[in-house]
């Protein structure tokens, strides 16, 4: 019983989360919208550039015409995607549609100044607010579902190259319905701020890089970025494919503005050494920032 009443509890509390997730998700995604992109007339990609290019054209609201766009898109994600995935999408793109109309409605501020900031500021609004709503597994729907319903009939195709694909095709219709290059181009660059913006969330700030080594100095290269950098290293047994001579190869964690010193240490026990250089979205742990998994 004891069992049942916990499992309960955790249910409610992650259902509760969930919830205030869409909720904080929506608000700043609609904040983004109405407040910095819908006055500077571009179509940031997505269902809220399709909605925004029909709301210029007839001025249907902009939540309301989300939710019918995204309609055939759910069916289609029930029938054909993950079900589970698919019932949290509904919830949190009603969420987004009410939200939405309701800050158009409510809101009587909109940014009027220099369009590029308008464009930035409103794509780093909305990605972080679509940050919120993927931390707690769900989607915005829209273009989310259309880039996998394409990776379904062609598998060999990338989320994020589907993802753009589907971005580039509305960005490129702006032009016809704004009747300017210049909605397609801010539009782009919209796009790319919420993506920088909601990657940053997602995967943090503190990105690095994954440093491999092989090199008959290994041990003396190891040896001074602990003493001179205080960062731990790893040593893994490997075999030469040419050679076929055991050795050992290094590898090390670092921070972005660390690599030139470690590149220095290498070149000064051996220019002729072999070096992988790997970019980290994110390190955390001794040395690094804790582990946010317990935040």
């Known amino acids: 019983m004891k069992t049942i009443l916990v499992k309960n509890q955790k249910k409610w509390r992650e259902t509760g989360l969930d919830i205030l997730g869409d909720f904080a998700g929506a608000l700043l995604q609609a904040i983004g919208v109405w407040c910095f992109i ?32 995204n309609i055939p898109l759910l069916l289609a994600s029930w029938l054909l995607l993950n079900r589970g995935m698919t019932l949290k999408t509904i919830r949190t793109v009603i969420f987004m549609s009410v939200i939405q109309d309701l800050v158009s409605a409510l809101c009587p501020w909109q940014y ?59 960005v490129t219709v702006s032009v016809l319905v704004f009747g300017e290059i210049e909605a397609a181009l801010y539009g782009i660059i919209s796009i ?23 090199s008959v100095k290994n041990e003396e290269i190891a040896h001074e970025i602990m003493e001179t950098m205080d960062r731990g290293t790893t040593f893994y047994k490997s075999i030469g494919g040419f050679s076929g001579k055991e050795c050992l190869t290094l590898t090390c964690a670092v921070d972005r503005k660390q690599f030139p010193i470690v590149k220095e240490i290498i070149d000064r026990h051996d220019p002729h050494a072999f070096v992988i250089v790997s970019p980290t979205k994110e390190t955390y742990g001794e040395g690094f920032i804790d582990d946010p998994r317990k935040l």
């Open 112 to 170: 009027a100044g220099d369009r590029l900031v308008s464009c930035a500021f409103g794509g780093i609004f909305v990605g972080v607010g679509l940050a919120l709503i993927f931390m707690r597994n769900s989607t915005s729907g829209g273009g989310d579902i259309l880039a996998k319903l394409l990776q379904k009939r062609f598998p060999y195709m990338q989320t994020g190259y589907a993802i753009m694909l589907v971005d580039f095709v509305i």
């Open 192 to 214: 790319v701020c919420t993506t920088q913006s909601m990657d940053a969330l997602l995967y943090g700030l503190n990105r690095g890089s994954l440093i491999t080594i092989h």
């Open 38 to 69: 819908e006055p500077s007339r571009i179509a940031p990609g997505g269902v809220s550039g399709i909605a925004l290019m029909i709301n210029h054209l007839f001025g249907l609201p902009i939540g309301a015409l989300s939710l019918a766009i």
